[in-house]
């Protein structure tokens, strides 16, 4: 930006290959910085609370109006602004629009855009092409909680869900736990779950992966378990999985839809959030019952304390772990639950990480917004 002229650099998906955006180490460490910013308050989020997910827009059951949106499964746009202080310094909001149906188009279920902004004028720095940095921030939250929280020796992984997430949150794993030999495949679809094998041997050849017959057997004698499907709303069609099932000393990633057994969940597991003032705002915005339509681990916590059968304080906090203000694991034996919900600051993070990449390798296109408003 000189004087009143604005220009912008857009970045397609190419150009945010180039910029590093499936680079999961430097991913990760980003996503530790973040944590950093969060531990001392240095964000805010959207809301009243400053702790917003995001708005949502989503559709009726039916309408009178033959052109209106109706509702399905993952059907929904979401706008998630944010401000990142500490190393990042920074305004943006990533906007999306999922359908499932949008896999009959050959199109990914969600398709996103984020913008990053001027913190004092608005004024966009930067127009980004967004569906793999949103994958990789995603996937990277579930490896650094297994930096902390999974066994160090940890040796097989199972995958309930052989989607996107889950693509990103194995590299994600095997840098946190190079230590893993092997892993595990659960899917309700023979061919998504063919074609994560397949991407997986050719990306990671040094270790086992393979099909197994359901998610039972995907859970079992795993060291760390993720869970991340698409489902529609109601736990009756959310993945169960059963504490039997968990190897002692098991990390549970859950970034999805998912339903556990209450009395696990209270007394024999340790809870893990990537931000409990995320559920905190979940809460005020959903109220409670809520996991019936909201399937994520940190929902499910909050309909327990609106019963009164879970206290806030029996979650613990992972940018707590992160800055070294509460303990890692504790032992080899205990199972630790770590419910993931996505936070928009994750987004910037990563973002103005890949812009100021772009910047410096000459990377994007320049876009004229104008040469001066022709209202001011």
Not at 37 to 55: F, K, Q
Not at 56 to 75: V, W, Y
Not at 119 to 142: D, F, Q
Request: glycine share 10%.
């Amino acid at each position: 930006m000189t004087g009143q002229r604005i220009d912008f650099l857009y970045l397609n998906e190419a150009d945010m290959i180039a910029a590093g955006v499936t680079d999961m180490a430097a991913c990760m460490d980003a996503m530790k910085k973040m944590f950093a910013a969060m531990g001392v308050g240095d964000y805010v989020m959207g809301g009243a609370s400053r702790n917003s997910h995001g708005l949502i827009l989503d559709f009726p059951e039916e309408s009178p109006f033959p052109n209106m949106p109706l509702a399905g499964t993952d059907r929904r746009f979401l706008a998630m602004p944010a401000y990142l202080g500490g190393d990042f310094d920074s305004v943006g909001v990533k906007w999306y629009g999922s359908n499932v149906a949008n896999r009959r188009k050959g199109l990914p279920r969600s398709i996103h855009l984020f913008t990053l902004t001027d913190k004092e004028t608005g004024a966009p720095l930067a127009v980004m092409s967004a569906n793999l940095l949103s994958a990789y921030r995603t996937g990277a939250i579930p490896g650094v909680g297994a930096s902390y929280l999974a066994r160090p020796d940890s040796r097989v992984i199972g995958i309930v869900g052989p989607g996107v997430m889950n693509t990103t949150a194995l590299e994600s794993f095997l840098l946190a736990r190079p230590s893993i030999e092997r892993v595990k495949i659960a899917g309700r679809s023979a061919d998504s779950a063919k074609l994560f094998r397949d991407r997986a041997r050719a990306k990671h050849p040094a270790v086992t992966i393979e099909i197994v017959s359901g998610i039972e057997e995907a859970v079992r004698e795993s060291d760390i378990v993720s869970v991340a499907t698409s489902s529609p709303a109601g736990s009756v069609n959310y993945p169960f999985i059963d504490e039997k099932w968990l190897a002692p000393g098991a990390l549970l990633a859950a970034p999805a839809t998912i339903n556990l057994d209450p009395d696990f969940v209270l007394n024999r597991a340790r809870n893990v959030a990537d931000s409990s003032k995320l559920y905190e705002t979940y809460a005020e915005e959903f109220g409670a019952p809520a996991h019936e339509a909201v399937g994520i681990l940190g929902v499910f916590w909050n309909d327990l304390i609106a019963a009164g059968r879970m206290d806030r304080a029996m979650i613990g906090d992972l940018g707590s772990i992160i800055a070294g203000r509460a303990p890692g694991r504790i032992s080899d034996d205990e199972i630790i639950l770590l419910g993931i919900g996505g936070m928009p600051v994750e987004d910037v993070a990563w973002a103005t990480t890949l812009y100021r990449n772009a910047v410096q390798r000459g990377i994007g296109t320049t876009l004229n917004l104008w040469d001066e408003p022709a209202l001011a």
